[in-house]
C-alpha cells in the first residue's frame, strides 16, 4: 500500500508514534521516526529493521527542523509529537503555556513548512497532524493543551485548502484517551491529586467515551494508515475524532 514511499514519524518513539511507524513499515514504506529522546526512536527504528531511520529532532527548535528536512524528503509527514499537561488556568505557568504552543503547534508549523516543497514538487504527499478530541472540545484543566491542538486544527484545515489541487493531502487525526503511557501519566496524576486508586482513575477516563474503553494505538495507526493510502486521496482538511463517540463533530 505504501511501497516506495518514505514516511517520517515524529514523537515515533513510543505510542501512538510507534504504532504508526511500525503499521507503515508493515506496509511496504521506509520509515524514518525522529523524537529528542535517542535511545526511544533507536529501539523503535530497531523493531522496523535496517532500512530504518532513527532522527533525533526537537520539533519547537527551527533549526533543527530544518536540518532534519534538509537531509529527508518524506512523501508522508505524521506530526505526532506532543505533550499534555494539566493544570487550573491560575496555576498554567507562562513557561507551561508556551510549552504546549512550541511543541504541539509551532512543532507541527514548522514540520509541515519544511515538508511541503518536495511534496509539492512531486505532486504527491501526505500530511497527518495528530491533534485530539480536545482540538473540537474544551475540558477543564487542559487550557494550554486545548489551546494548542484548536490551533492544530485550524493550521491542518487552512493548509489543506492551500494544496488541494496539488497532490497532497493535509489531515488531523482526532483521537480520545489512547491506551499509551501519556494516558499511564494521567491515571498517576488522577491518583495524587484525588486520592482515587489507580483502577478508579482508569475506570474513569473508560468512562469519558460511549464504548466505555480506551482507544488502541494500533486503531490510530490504521486511521493514519488509510489517510496516507491511495486510497484515502479524497480526504482532505478534515479532523477526524476516533473516540468511541464522545465528541460527535
Same mark, same amino acid.
Request: with cysteine; net charge neutral; aromatic share 4%.
Given at each position: 500500500?505504501?511501497?516506495?514511499?518514505?514516511?517520517?514519524?515524529?514523537?515515533?518513539?513510543?505510542? !501512538?508514534?510507534?504504532?504508526?511507524?511500525?503499521?507503515?513499515?508493515?506496509?511496504?514504506?521506509?520509515?524514518? #521516526?525522529?523524537?529528542?529522546?535517542?535511545? $526511544?526512536?533507536?529501539?523503535?527504528?530497531?523493531?522496523?529493521? %535496517?532500512?530504518?531511520?532513527?532522527?533525533?529532532? %526537537?520539533?519547537?527548535?527551527?533549526?533543527? +527542523?530544518?536540518?532534519?528536512?534538509?537531509?529527508?524528503?518524506?512523501?508522508?509527514?505524521?506530526?505526532?509529537?506532543? !505533550?499534555?499537561?494539566?493544570? &487550573?488556568?491560575?496555576?498554567?505557568? %507562562?513557561?507551561?503555556?508556551? *510549552?504546549?504552543?512550541?511543541?504541539?503547534?509551532?512543532?507541527?508549523?514548522?514540520?509541515?513548512?519544511?515538508?511541503?516543497?518536495?511534496?509539492?514538487?512531486?505532486?504527491?504527499?501526505?500530511?497527518?497532524?495528530?491533534?485530539?478530541?480536545?482540538?473540537?472540545?474544551?475540558?477543564?484543566?487542559? =487550557?494550554?493543551?486545548?489551546?494548542?491542538?484548536?490551533?492544530?486544527?485550524?493550521?491542518?484545515?487552512? #493548509?489543506?485548502?492551500? +494544496?488541494? &489541487?496539488?497532490? #497532497?493531502?493535509?489531515?488531523?487525526?482526532?483521537?480520545?484517551?489512547?491506551?499509551?503511557?501519556?494516558?499511564?501519566?494521567?491515571? $498517576?496524576? !488522577?491518583?495524587?491529586? &484525588?486520592?482515587?486508586?489507580?483502577?478508579?482513575?482508569?475506570?474513569?477516563?473508560? *468512562?469519558? =467515551?460511549? $464504548?466505555?474503553?480506551?482507544?488502541?494505538?494500533?486503531? #490510530?495507526?490504521?486511521?493514519?494508515?488509510?489517510?496516507? =493510502?491511495?486510497?484515502?486521496?479524497?480526504?482532505?482538511? $478534515?479532523?477526524?475524532? !476516533? %473516540?468511541?463517540? =464522545?465528541?460527535?463533530?
Amino acid at each position: 500500500m505504501l511501497t516506495g514511499k518514505t514516511a517520517l514519524i515524529t514523537g515515533g518513539g513510543r505510542g !501512538i508514534g510507534r504504532a504508526i511507524a511500525l503499521t507503515f513499515a508493515q506496509h511496504g514504506a521506509r520509515v524514518a #521516526v525522529a523524537a529528542r529522546t535517542r535511545e $526511544q526512536v533507536e529501539t523503535v527504528a530497531g523493531e522496523i529493521g %535496517d532500512d530504518a531511520l532513527a532522527l533525533v529532532c %526537537d520539533v519547537s527548535n527551527s533549526a533543527n +527542523v530544518a536540518q532534519m528536512f534538509a537531509a529527508l524528503k518524506p512523501d508522508i509527514l505524521v506530526n505526532n509529537a506532543g !505533550i499534555a499537561e494539566s493544570a &487550573t488556568l491560575p496555576n498554567t505557568t %507562562d513557561e507551561l503555556w508556551h *510549552r504546549h504552543l512550541a511543541i504541539n503547534l509551532t512543532g507541527t508549523f514548522y514540520c509541515t513548512r519544511a515538508a511541503l516543497p518536495a511534496m509539492l514538487e512531486r505532486g504527491w504527499g501526505r500530511i497527518i497532524n495528530i491533534a485530539s478530541i480536545a482540538a473540537k472540545a474544551g475540558a477543564p484543566y487542559i =487550557s494550554a493543551y486545548a489551546a494548542s491542538k484548536h490551533g492544530v486544527l485550524g493550521l491542518t484545515r487552512s #493548509v489543506a485548502l492551500e +494544496v488541494a &489541487t496539488s497532490g #497532497v493531502t493535509v489531515n488531523a487525526i482526532c483521537p480520545g484517551y489512547v491506551d499509551t503511557e501519556m494516558v499511564s501519566r494521567g491515571v $498517576q496524576q !488522577i491518583t495524587a491529586k &484525588t486520592g482515587r486508586s489507580a483502577e478508579e482513575a482508569l475506570e474513569a477516563l473508560k *468512562r469519558m =467515551s460511549p $464504548q466505555n474503553r480506551l482507544v488502541t494505538a494500533e486503531e #490510530v495507526a490504521a486511521l493514519a494508515l488509510l489517510l496516507a =493510502s491511495e486510497e484515502g486521496r479524497g480526504i482532505n482538511g $478534515q479532523g477526524i475524532n !476516533i %473516540d468511541g463517540g =464522545s465528541v460527535l463533530f
